[in-house]
Every structure is written in C-alpha cells, then in structure tokens.
C-alpha cells in the first residue's frame, strides 16, 4: 500500500453492538448463533434485551500475530490457530507503507484497508473477534480500526490459549467478498502538531503507550532518537491486564486512568478533554485506546470532548523530524 496520509471523514461512525473486550465463552456463543439475514435497508436491528448481540452477518475470527523481535506471525499461525481463523498481517493489511514522513505503521487508506477486508473474506456486515498471543498488542490495532469506522469487532481475552477447542495447522482460506469503503472519523486521529501542542499546553492527556525504558529514553531499539514528546505521560500498554495476561475489570482500569489524570472530568485533577495515544508506530497505542473504551472513558469526560483520540504516526513519525523536540527522564 502506498504511505499517503488516510482520507477522513468529520462524520461520526455508529457506536458497535459489541464491547471491545469479550471472553471465550462470549465469543463461542457469537459464533455458534449464526448470523442474522441482512436486510436490503441494513443490518437487522438488535434487540435490547439481548445479552451478546448477534451479528448481522458472520462472525470472523482473525489471528493478528505480530512479534516486534521478527518472528514469523504467520509461521505462528500455520503451526496452530483456533479453528477457522483467518490470519491479518499487521504490516500488509493493516499499515501503508512505512516511511520517515508517515512512521513505521501508518493506517492505510479507507479504500486500501476495505480491499484488504475484503480479499480476507470479511465484509461490512460481519463481527470480527481478533487474537494474539501477546495480550492482544497487536490484534488490538485490528479492533480498533474496525469499531472506529462503526464496525462489529471485539478482542478475544487470552488469546488462542483462553479456548477451549483444539488449535487448526495450517491455513484457512475464505472466499473473498467486497467490504464497502468507510472513511476514518476525523475525530478519532490527531496528527503530530495537535499531539505535540496538547503535550505543550495540557489540552489534553497525551499517553504513550511504550514500556518506561523507551518513554525516559534509556533505550530505543527501532527509532530514530530517543525519548518522547514532551508533556506526554507514561502508561505502558501492558499495564491493562492482569498477572494472567487478561484485561483489568473496568473498574481497575478507571482507577489506572485516573493515575494520569483520565477520567470523568468531575474528579480532582481529572481532564475533561479526550486523550491522545501514541506508541512506538500507532499499534500498541490502539490497546489503551480498548482500555479506555472497556472503562467507559472513551469520550474521556463529556460526549462534546470527543472520542479519545490515535496518533497514528507515533513516535517512529515524531523522532525522524529532527525539528521536534524529545524529552527525556
């Protein structure tokens, strides 16, 4: 995919059915129900008594394994991936091109990300239930990308390890189908000079999501200097789950929040404004931003403040600019 910055829309995307985060017994049932005949006017509406929506079309399990020390996603999910899951490459399918001007993982275009769906045999209509076996960094950027633009899409807790079938060798193949095109919301992205301006000011709650050796500039294996920009707080993106590797109760995830200032907007030294996130290249960062969604602060403290908000350049587009600051400590 060509690196050119995403078309948006200022359109809001519809509010998905699904929580972001959901457990293996959830996602067996979603998949065991079937899916609900789509109507020529749309999906068929959920009831709201239903305790798990059904989704209007299929539900899609997809295997995001990535691994930041190069090992093979793919190879990982030959060997073994739940049953019927398709694999999503995060840097083909989810990413432009990487360049200096755009960071390492940009998000692709509206257009390119839709044929991508597509050619994996996942249309509009469908329910996405993503996986990794790294605590769902990398599936994450998956869920993210579909529930912005109003699509069905979930991250299974655990990952392959929290189910119960036996894993399928192999690959699995779905006939490709056509996903319509919907623009990413200009609400949910800022770009680095709002980024770095929140950070300047205290707009806004600037997060990143990078482990603290990274965020202090200790050490920067990937990028081009390290550090991070300033006015930025840190809240490594694996402090969400637990010792088991699952996600924090919503409660717990407040609370973590509310440590840098998140929240409601009603409390002491809590920021009504959305926060922004950012990692190292926009795919981490995407799992504060599920957290934030399962601790009901994704609008960080009023409906007119917005959505919380990606960087997705992060930090891979801020350091190769030589003109932007880096703090340190």
């Known amino acids: 995919m060509k690196a050119a910055p995403p078309t948006v829309s200022p359109t809001a995307s519809p509010t998905p059915s699904l929580p972001p985060v959901i457990d293996a017994a959830t996602a067996a049932a979603l998949a065991t129900a079937g899916p609900t005949p789509v109507p020529a006017g749309g999906p068929t509406p959920v009831p709201a008594a239903a305790p798990t929506p059904v989704p209007a079309g299929a ?39 990487p360049s200096p001007e755009q960071g390492r993982h940009p998000l692709p275009s509206a257009a390119a990300f839709a044929a991508s769906l597509g050619e994996l045999g996942i249309s509009e209509h469908d329910a996405v239930i993503a996986y990794d076996d790294s605590g769902g960094m990398s599936a994450g950027r998956l869920v993210w990308m579909l529930r912005v633009l109003g699509a069905e899409a979930a991250l299974l807790d655990g990952g392959p390890a929290a189910c119960d079938d036996e894993l399928a060798a192999g690959p699995t193949v779905r006939p490709a189908t056509t996903c319509a095109v919907r623009e ?17 000011l205290g707009a806004a709650v600037v997060i990143d999501a990078r482990a603290a050796e990274r965020y202090r500039g200790d050490v920067e294996p990937m990028d081009a200097r390290p550090g991070h920009i300033p006015g930025a707080v840190n809240l490594p993106w694996n402090g969400n789950l637990d010792a088991a590797g699952r996600f924090l109760s919503p409660e717990l995830l407040r609370e973590r929040f509310a440590g840098i200032g998140v929240g409601s907007g009603a409390g002491e030294g809590e920021s009504a404004a959305a926060p922004i996130v950012y990692c190292g290249s926009g795919v981490s960062a995407c799992h504060n931003l599920l957290a934030l969604e399962r601790a009901g602060l994704a609008a960080a403290g009023t ?23 880096a703090a340190v400590g």
């Open 59 to 97: 539900v899609v399990f997809c295997d995001v394994r990535w691994y930041l020390d190069g090992r093979s996603g793919h190879d990982a999910y030959l060997a073994g991936h739940i049953p019927g899951a398709v694999f999503v490459d995060l840097d083909r399918h989810l990413a432009a091109e």
């Open 303 to 325: 409906a007119a403040a917005g959505p919380a908000r990606l960087y997705p350049g992060s930090w891979s587009q801020w350091s190769a600019q030589p003109d932007r600051p």
């Open 184 to 200: 990413w919301p200009t609400a949910a992205l800022a770009d680095a000079d709002t980024t770095g301006t929140a950070g300047e």
